[in-house]
């Protein structure tokens, strides 16, 4: 099914505007139910509130309040929930999947019981006196409401981003009461795009999910400006500093993208993108004839990009071990180290193509230059794991400045 264009009427269809509407209620409920499960966290673990949800103290006033002992067991209980929470997600829980991502790429589902697992426990850390900010928890359950949402109702991929992206927008609103930032937040940030359904969906969704939670937390001003008087000098000051800032956040945003691109330290090449490609593609269909004889085509290949990796700057100075995979039918030894060799890798992982296709076992060898190691039949999910210690060991085991050996 082809996307719809902003222009086409199928914007307008009534599963567009159920997905926008149900999920700016989901959103809603589950970051009302989210920051009364904040406050309650925050009042038990202090001490004040008197047993209401929601009280008339501010958690600062409520922290000032508690006595040393109790801040302590607080940050020391937060401390134990946050390390082992995470430790327990990250090890029996399904692959996280970030707003960005499931916005970016719908086809990329974000798990239900893991997100919802990771949002309470962010809640509930954040209660007992982490930093981490109250934000994150609800626009994941909101994206994953979104998400889940638009899959049943079977969207077009252009509107199931939308839909994912309001979602995460309508939580938010609601922890924030903001949903006309929240609105600029799906716009800008999350769809770079002022295209108009999104901007109608989005305003749709955020100010339903803004609504729906003051059922629990209220209609309050959660940051409260003092009044500002405007004079020809704050004015002067505001015009200098505003490109100055700009500027600072251009800059550190370049600066920590190059950050990142250095930080790698393995790459992990799991399949060829394509080994060929047409020689002359074709600026038309290619149809039948009659006559009953196939058309004659012709491939080039396609260029090396592990061996082209491995040939790399990094790769060559030792910041970038290369690891590659073979996936053979038969003779699978001398096939994984002639490919290894070929593609000058220090490690090559193998498998027997046929006997894991489609099933959820597999077995692998691991070649490299001191020869091979079996590691036999087993969950797919438990040789990953087994791989990245055996990957991890072999990096550590590495000589530092130089490219290890094909």
């Known amino acids: 099914m082809n996307d719809p264009t902003p222009d086409d009427p199928s914007w307008l269809r009534p599963r567009f505007l159920m997905a926008v509407v149900l999920t700016g209620l989901f959103a809603g409920l589950g970051g009302m139910l989210l920051g009364m499960l904040l406050h309650a966290v925050q009042h038990l673990a202090y001490g004040y509130g008197g047993g209401h949800i929601i009280s008339h103290e501010s958690f600062l006033e409520g922290v000032q309040a508690a006595s040393g002992p109790r801040r302590v067991l607080a940050l020391v209980l937060c401390g134990l929930a946050a390390g082992g929470g995470w430790w327990l997600i990250y090890r029996y829980g399904r692959p996280l999947v970030s707003v960005k991502k499931a916005v970016s790429d719908p086809t990329q589902a974000m798990p239900p019981e893991t997100t919802m697992a990771h949002a309470i426990l962010q809640i509930i850390t954040v209660g007992l006196g982490s930093p981490l900010g109250r934000e994150v ?212 992982v193998g498998n027997i193509g046929p006997d894991t296709f489609g099933q959820d076992h597999n077995a692998l060898l691991l070649v490299d230059a001191k020869g091979s190691t079996a590691l036999p039949r087993a969950s797919k999910l438990s040789l990953a794991r087994r791989l990245v210690e055996e990957i991890a060991a072999r990096m550590a085991d590495a000589p530092k400045g130089k490219a290890a050996a094909p």
């Open 137 to 348: 928890a609800p626009r994941e359950v909101g994206a994953l409401a979104g998400g889940r949402l638009a899959a049943l109702l079977r969207l077009a991929p252009a509107q199931h981003r939308i839909v994912i992206a309001c979602g995460a927008g309508a939580g938010l609103a609601a922890v924030y009461n903001v949903p006309l930032g929240a609105a600029l937040f799906v716009l800008e940030v999350l769809l770079g795009s002022f295209a108009w359904p999104a901007v109608v969906a989005a305003l749709i969704a955020c100010c339903i999910g803004a609504v729906v939670a003051w059922a629990g937390l209220g209609n309050d001003i959660q940051y409260a400006v003092p009044a500002m008087q405007i004079t020809a000098s704050l004015v002067v000051w505001a015009i200098a500093a505003g490109p100055l800032f700009g500027c600072a956040a251009h800059g550190w945003q370049r600066l920590t993208a190059a950050a990142r691109a250095q930080a790698a330290s393995v790459f992990i090449a799991t399949a060829a993108v394509a080994d060929w490609r047409p020689a002359a593609p074709s600026a038309q269909k290619i149809k039948k004839d009659g006559s009953g004889q196939a058309p004659q085509l012709a491939f080039t290949e396609n260029p090396d990009i592990l061996a082209a990796v491995a040939q790399s700057a990094a790769a060559q100075a030792g910041r970038l071990f290369c690891v590659g995979f073979a996936a053979e039918s038969q003779d699978l030894a001398e096939n994984a180290e002639a490919k290894r060799l070929r593609k000058k890798v220090p490690l090559l």
